[in-house]
Protein backbone atom coordinates (compact mmCIF):
# COMPACT_ATOMS: atom_id res chain seq x y z
CA UNK A 1 0.00 0.00 0.00
CA UNK A 2 1.27 3.21 -1.20
CA UNK A 3 1.98 5.79 2.04
CA UNK A 4 1.58 9.34 1.38
CA UNK A 5 3.26 11.55 3.90
CA UNK A 6 5.03 14.97 4.43
CA UNK A 7 8.49 14.92 3.05
CA UNK A 8 11.67 15.17 5.35
CA UNK A 9 15.37 16.10 5.13
CA UNK A 10 16.33 12.61 4.74
CA UNK A 11 13.99 12.08 1.71
CA UNK A 12 16.88 14.51 0.07
CA UNK A 13 18.86 11.50 -0.06
CA UNK A 14 16.32 9.09 -1.16
CA UNK A 15 14.79 10.58 -4.46
CA UNK A 16 17.68 10.48 -6.94
CA UNK A 17 15.58 7.74 -9.06
CA UNK A 18 12.64 9.88 -9.24
CA UNK A 19 14.36 12.82 -10.72
CA UNK A 20 16.03 10.62 -13.60
CA UNK A 21 13.18 11.33 -15.97
CA UNK A 22 14.60 14.13 -18.59
CA UNK A 23 11.38 16.20 -18.05
CA UNK A 24 11.63 16.57 -14.16
CA UNK A 25 13.01 19.81 -13.47
CA UNK A 26 15.54 19.21 -11.00
CA UNK A 27 17.04 21.94 -8.26
CA UNK A 28 19.58 22.51 -5.62
CA UNK A 29 19.36 21.64 -2.57
CA UNK A 30 18.52 24.71 -1.04
CA UNK A 31 15.87 25.27 -3.39
CA UNK A 32 14.52 22.11 -2.01
CA UNK A 33 15.11 22.94 1.79
CA UNK A 34 13.41 26.45 1.31
CA UNK A 35 10.22 24.36 0.22
CA UNK A 36 10.47 22.40 3.10
CA UNK A 37 11.14 25.14 5.79
CA UNK A 38 8.13 27.64 4.53
CA UNK A 39 5.91 25.48 2.84
CA UNK A 40 5.59 21.62 4.76
CA UNK A 41 2.55 21.06 4.20
CA UNK A 42 2.77 21.40 0.53
CA UNK A 43 5.64 18.84 -0.17
CA UNK A 44 4.51 15.07 0.08
CA UNK A 45 6.16 12.18 -0.57
CA UNK A 46 4.82 8.60 -2.12
CA UNK A 47 6.41 5.87 -0.35
CA UNK A 48 6.05 2.00 -1.39
CA UNK A 49 5.34 -0.58 1.36
CA UNK A 50 9.59 -1.02 0.78
CA UNK A 51 10.15 2.38 1.69
CA UNK A 52 11.08 3.27 -1.85
CA UNK A 53 10.10 6.89 -3.21
CA UNK A 54 7.52 6.44 -5.83
CA UNK A 55 7.11 9.93 -6.11
CA UNK A 56 6.93 13.54 -4.56
CA UNK A 57 5.08 16.73 -4.67
CA UNK A 58 6.36 20.60 -4.02
CA UNK A 59 4.25 23.24 -4.01
CA UNK A 60 3.52 26.44 -1.71
CA UNK A 61 0.62 28.67 -1.77
CA UNK A 62 0.93 32.61 -2.81
CA UNK A 63 -0.87 35.29 -4.45
CA UNK A 64 -3.06 38.18 -3.41
CA UNK A 65 -6.81 38.01 -2.61
CA UNK A 66 -8.53 37.04 -6.09
CA UNK A 67 -5.68 35.63 -7.02
CA UNK A 68 -4.66 33.86 -3.63
CA UNK A 69 -3.94 30.46 -4.91
CA UNK A 70 -1.83 26.62 -4.33
CA UNK A 71 1.00 26.61 -7.05
CA UNK A 72 2.54 23.10 -8.12
CA UNK A 73 6.31 23.70 -8.03
CA UNK A 74 7.31 19.91 -9.14
CA UNK A 75 5.49 16.74 -9.60
CA UNK A 76 7.39 13.46 -10.63
CA UNK A 77 7.28 10.10 -10.04
CA UNK A 78 9.49 7.30 -10.82
CA UNK A 79 9.11 5.33 -14.17
CA UNK A 80 8.33 2.04 -12.46
CA UNK A 81 5.70 3.54 -10.42
CA UNK A 82 3.61 5.31 -12.71
CA UNK A 83 0.38 4.93 -14.71
CA UNK A 84 -1.06 3.58 -11.06
CA UNK A 85 -2.47 6.67 -9.80
CA UNK A 86 0.55 8.37 -7.97
CA UNK A 87 0.13 11.62 -9.16
CA UNK A 88 -4.10 12.01 -9.39
CA UNK A 89 -3.39 11.03 -5.50
CA UNK A 90 -0.71 13.50 -4.89
CA UNK A 91 -2.38 16.26 -7.10
CA UNK A 92 -5.39 15.37 -5.21
CA UNK A 93 -3.43 16.21 -1.79
CA UNK A 94 -1.94 19.38 -2.99
CA UNK A 95 -5.40 20.82 -3.78
CA UNK A 96 -7.29 19.28 -0.76
CA UNK A 97 -4.79 21.57 1.22
CA UNK A 98 -5.21 24.88 -1.07
CA UNK A 99 -8.94 24.30 -0.31
CA UNK A 100 -8.15 24.41 3.45
CA UNK A 101 -6.18 27.40 3.15
CA UNK A 102 -8.98 29.04 1.67
CA UNK A 103 -7.12 29.23 -2.68
CA UNK A 104 -9.46 30.35 -5.39
CA UNK A 105 -7.58 27.42 -7.89
CA UNK A 106 -4.47 25.39 -8.33
CA UNK A 107 -1.61 26.14 -10.95
CA UNK A 108 0.93 24.99 -12.67
CA UNK A 109 3.30 24.67 -15.61
CA UNK A 110 4.29 21.94 -18.04
CA UNK A 111 6.62 22.11 -20.97
CA UNK A 112 4.22 22.39 -24.34
CA UNK A 113 6.07 19.40 -25.64
CA UNK A 114 4.92 16.91 -22.52
CA UNK A 115 1.98 15.39 -23.87
CA UNK A 116 1.43 13.40 -21.77
CA UNK A 117 1.55 15.39 -19.01
CA UNK A 118 -0.63 18.08 -19.55
CA UNK A 119 -3.14 15.01 -21.20
CA UNK A 120 -3.15 13.94 -17.38
CA UNK A 121 -4.13 17.16 -16.03
CA UNK A 122 -6.87 17.76 -17.94
CA UNK A 123 -7.86 14.36 -17.23
CA UNK A 124 -7.88 16.23 -13.40
CA UNK A 125 -9.69 19.02 -14.59
CA UNK A 126 -7.16 21.38 -15.33
CA UNK A 127 -7.21 23.56 -18.11
CA UNK A 128 -4.85 25.78 -20.35
CA UNK A 129 -4.97 29.49 -18.62
CA UNK A 130 -2.40 30.27 -20.96
CA UNK A 131 0.71 29.90 -22.73
CA UNK A 132 4.24 31.62 -21.10
CA UNK A 133 7.07 31.91 -23.99
CA UNK A 134 10.32 30.33 -23.50
CA UNK A 135 9.62 29.89 -19.47
CA UNK A 136 12.00 26.79 -19.86
CA UNK A 137 15.61 27.22 -20.91
CA UNK A 138 17.54 24.93 -22.81
CA UNK A 139 18.46 24.58 -26.72
CA UNK A 140 16.05 25.29 -27.62
CA UNK A 141 14.29 27.37 -25.11
CA UNK A 142 10.78 26.08 -24.50
CA UNK A 143 7.01 27.71 -23.87
CA UNK A 144 4.91 26.22 -20.89
CA UNK A 145 1.21 26.10 -20.16
CA UNK A 146 0.03 27.63 -17.52
CA UNK A 147 -2.58 24.91 -16.23
CA UNK A 148 -5.41 25.57 -13.79
CA UNK A 149 -8.08 24.28 -11.93
CA UNK A 150 -10.47 26.17 -9.97
CA UNK A 151 -11.34 25.13 -6.48
CA UNK A 152 -14.83 25.79 -4.42
CA UNK A 153 -13.89 29.58 -3.51
CA UNK A 154 -13.97 30.30 -6.69
CA UNK A 155 -18.00 29.88 -7.71
CA UNK A 156 -18.15 31.58 -10.62
CA UNK A 157 -14.68 29.58 -12.39
CA UNK A 158 -13.24 33.54 -13.04
CA UNK A 159 -9.65 32.06 -12.25
CA UNK A 160 -9.80 29.65 -15.17
CA UNK A 161 -10.42 31.81 -18.10
CA UNK A 162 -8.34 31.12 -20.86
CA UNK A 163 -6.00 34.45 -21.91
CA UNK A 164 -6.18 35.34 -25.70
CA UNK A 165 -2.55 35.87 -26.17
CA UNK A 166 0.34 34.19 -25.06
CA UNK A 167 2.75 36.42 -21.98
CA UNK A 168 6.11 36.40 -21.67
CA UNK A 169 7.65 34.84 -18.52
CA UNK A 170 8.60 38.17 -16.77
CA UNK A 171 4.64 39.30 -17.03
CA UNK A 172 3.55 36.34 -15.14
CA UNK A 173 1.82 37.05 -11.69
Not at 32 to 52: K, M, R
Not at 85 to 91: D, I, K, P, S, Y
Not at 148 to 163: C, F, T
Request: glycine share 6%; charged share 25%.
Amino acid sequence: MTTIRQFTCDDLFLFNNVNLDPLTETYGLSFYLQYLAHWPEYFQVAESPNGDIMGYIMGKAEGLQGNWHGHVTALTVAPEYRKLGVAATLMSGLEHISEKKQAYFVDLFVRVSNKVAVDMYKRLGYSVYRRVLEYYFGDPDEDAFDMRKALSRDVEKKSVIPLAHPVRPEDVD
